[in-house]
Nanobody
Framework: QVQLVESGGGLVQPGGSLRLSCAAS????????MGWFRRAPGKEREFVAG????????YYADSVKGRFTISRDNAKNTVYLQMNSLKPEDTAVYYC??????????????????WGRGTQVTVSS
């Protein structure tokens, strides 16, 4: 099992930026694809971004494409989500999760095994 801890959330004005981090401990982080999901109030959890185990392949939800960037540092067992040009509709609890071993950036939440507790992102003026 992998333990995942998100950080970096907070309150930001529209148009601002935040960088989320997800620190992993446990089994070999570098062997697994990673993903970011979010859940807005009253809505279902949705996929945001995913990255392959090697880091050479990424995939984004249409709603964040061009604004968010997922990356990973396998030496630090950490995956990041850089969020720019934030909008009020980006307000949600953001979760990281570890996906398939040797896998690519999976979209379905069922492909992910372990989840963090989440970090709140609020975009408001």
């Amino acid at each position: 099992q992998v333990q995942l801890v998100e950080s970096g959330g907070g309150l930001v004005q529209p148009g601002g930026s935040l960088r989320l981090s997800c620190a992993a401990s446990g089994r070999s982080f570098s062997l697994y694809a990673m993903g970011w999901f979010r859940r807005a109030p009253g809505k279902e959890r949705e996929f945001v971004a995913g990255i392959s185990w090697s880091g050479d392949s990424t995939y984004y939800a249409d709603s964040v494409k061009g604004r968010f960037t997922i990356s990973r540092d396998n030496a630090k067992n950490t995956v990041y989500l850089q969020m720019n040009s934030l909008k009020p509709e980006d307000t949600a609890v953001y979760y990281c999760a570890n996906g398939p071993k040797w896998g690519g950036p999976a979209v379905r939440s069922s492909a992910y095994n372990d989840w963090g507790r989440g970090t709140q992102v609020t975009v408001s003026s």
